[in-house]
């Protein structure tokens, strides 16, 4: 849905980003993650035009970019940025409804989209005549995100949104984004210089280092099979298995034939990584699991977890 080809940026004569060939692809969550300065929101910028690319070709939906009026190009993409740039003397609800306000959507659309949405992102509609300064990081977070989404975009940039915010919310916002993404099935392109961000969040993950892809593929490619020395050692080797076992499930790894055991169960789709802090915590060696209806459908042994492909890519 998405394409770049040989896209390259230069500011005053130093190179930005060079060749870059990328596939964003229609319904994915893609995250660009590498360290500063390596190019991610240049090449974030460049989707909506908010940089424009030197050279090379960037399609949208068939459509070179530069063909498209920006505005156009702008109104079918929503943006959410770190630093939020929510209007302060408006209430939530006018900053959420600024672009379905444009666009000249009647009244009662407006008041309806508002009222979604709130509810879609967890906002009390006690917030709705709220000003952003009465809000905290979080919420208003919440209401970029909101706002980005207001007129049904199909895509959405967003660009270290959750970057200053403290772990616990920002891990609510987190588990946020992904049910979002699951029910209204958008192209998400996300830039985050946090590997468990990325980790969580990506079906696909571009790792940059100095305005090149490094490697590109599942976040479990990148993990066991890293290109080159630096897409390991950026992952960090001493964290790998804890990283992959965020990425496996309860249900990969059940006992199905074995329903016996007793006590709190665990859920199917749970990470294993969450799996092994309730052994931990309740110091066990097997727990019952439930599906997604809360059925038994097996158990999870704590010797299971690193067995199988954690324990062989851990090996190597
Ligand atoms: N408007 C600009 N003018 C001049 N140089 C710029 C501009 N925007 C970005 N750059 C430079 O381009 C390079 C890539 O910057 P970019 O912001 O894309 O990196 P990044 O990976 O998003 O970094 P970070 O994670 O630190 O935000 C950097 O060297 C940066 O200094």
Not at 29 to 34: C, K, N
Not at 213 to 239: C, H, I, K, M, W
Not at 260 to 272: E, F, H, I, N, Y
Not at 280 to 303: I, K, M, N, S, Y
């Amino acid at each position: 849905m998405i394409e770049f080809h040989d896209v390259s940026k230069e500011f005053a004569g130093q190179t930005a980003v060079k060749n870059l060939n990328l596939r964003f692809e229609e319904g994915a969550f893609s995250v660009l993650i590498g360290t500063s300065g390596s190019g991610k929101s240049t090449t974030l910028k460049m989707i909506n035009r908010l940089v424009e690319h030197d050279s090379g070709l960037i399609r949208f939906a068939g459509e070179e970019i530069r063909s498209l009026p920006v505005l156009e190009l702008r109104r079918r993409m929503g943006y959410a940025i770190q630093s939020i740039g929510l209007f302060p003397h408006w209430t939530v609800a006018q900053n959420i409804a600024t672009v379905p306000q444009l666009q000249k959507w009647s009244r009662q659309k407006v008041a309806d989209r508002v009222d979604e949405l709130m509810a879609l992102l967890g906002l009390e509609p006690a917030l709705r005549e709220r000003y952003p300064h009465q809000l905290s990081g979080g919420q208003q977070q919440r209401v970029g995100v909101a706002r980005a989404l207001a007129a049904n975009p199909e895509v959405l940039l967003m660009d270290e949104p959750f970057g200053a915010l403290d772990p616990v919310t920002r891990s609510a916002l987190q588990t946020e984004m992904t049910r979002i993404h699951r029910i209204l099935g958008r192209t998400i392109i996300l830039v985050t210089h946090d590997i468990d961000e990325a980790l969580r969040l990506a079906d696909r993950l571009v790792l940059m280092d100095n305005g090149e892809v490094v490697q590109q593929g599942t976040p479990l490619e990148l993990l066991t099979r890293p290109a080159t020395d630096f897409v390991r050692e950026f992952f960090g080797r001493s964290e790998l298995g804890v990283r992959l076992l965020s990425l496996r499930t309860v249900g990969e790894y059940l006992r199905p034939q074995d329903r016996a055991v007793t006590g709190d169960p665990l859920q199917a789709q749970m990470s294993l990584r969450d799996a092994l802090s309730a052994f931990v915590a309740r110091q066990c060696e097997v727990l019952p699991v439930v599906d997604e209806q809360g059925a038994p459908c097996g158990t999870l042994h704590f010797r299971d977890l690193l067995a199988g492909e954690v324990e062989r890519e851990m090996a190597t």
